[in-house]
């Protein structure tokens, strides 16, 4: 449930960048499923290699070079999908910057599970022992 509920997020992210980004194009449903799917695999398997790869960059840069890594990630999937077009450097960029902070976003929302994390705040009992100081 969990991968499913990731893949319409990944879905929606693409399909927003597509209209945010002028460089970035889906030509139907099945692309953009298609896309989301395959940026997922990306994700999966590739993207790992590829930060090992250039650790070395990404510490230099303090860690900006992992943009340029999800943006290249995004333009694969550009090539393996039809219908699914990035064009431009600066296209792939501002869409891979879109579709991490939506994936951030749901990864947050979302636990290991797949199941909806709701955050709440407890009151604290009478036996915790308060050592703040009292203003």
Known sequence: MGFLIRLIANALAILAAAYIVPGIDVSGGLALIAAALVLALINAV???????????????????????????????????VKGFDVQGFWSAVLGAMIVGAVSWIVTILLSDRGNVVVITRRERGPDVIDILPKH
């Open 46 to 80: 590739v993207r790992p290699v590829l930060l090992f790869l250039t650790l070395p960059f990404t510490l230099v840069t303090l860690g900006l070079f992992i943009f340029l890594l999800n943006a290249f990630c995004l333009w694969l999937t550009s090539v393996l």
